[in-house]
Nanobody
Framework: QVQMVESGGGLVQSGGSLRLSCADSGRTFPRYGMGWFRRLPGREREFVAALSWITGSTYYADSAKDRFTISRDHAKNMVYLQLNSLKPGDTAVYLC?????????????????WGQGTQVTVSS
């Protein structure tokens, strides 16, 4: 079973930055897309950002545009999410997910493998 592993979360003040990383458990699998979602307290997962593993094209939620940047490292099979200008409303568990078949990047059910998440807490 493939497991994604997130790291890089933490406590940061409003306006601060964090860089989240996502690695896989080591098993080789076909990647079509990689995405970041977040789970705010008491709410369902929501889409944050995604990219095409092949082309590198990126996709963002409106809340993430101009503040967050998703990127990949093919050689290391790593995906990153740079979080800038963080706000208290960004406080959430951030989850990394892998998509093995083509599909809508924005929908969580189109992703096959997930991590446990990393907590991001933004203080005011």
């Amino acid at each position: 079973q493939v497991q994604m592993v997130e790291s890089g979360g933490g406590l940061v003040q409003s306006g601060g930055s964090l860089r989240l990383s996502c690695a896989d458990s080591g098993r080789t699998f076909p990647r079509y897309g990689m995405g970041w979602f977040r789970r705010l307290p008491g709410r369902e997962r929501e889409f944050v950002a995604a990219l095409s593993w092949i082309t590198g094209s990126t996709y963002y939620a409106d809340s993430a545009k101009d503040r967050f940047t998703i990127s990949r490292d093919h050689a290391k099979n790593m995906v990153y999410l740079q979080l800038n200008s963080l706000k208290p409303g960004d406080t959430a568990v951030y989850l990394c997910a892998a998509q093995t078949l083509s599909g809508n990047y924005y929908t969580a059910t189109n992703y096959d493998y997930w991590g446990q998440g990393t907590q991001v807490t933004v203080s005011s």
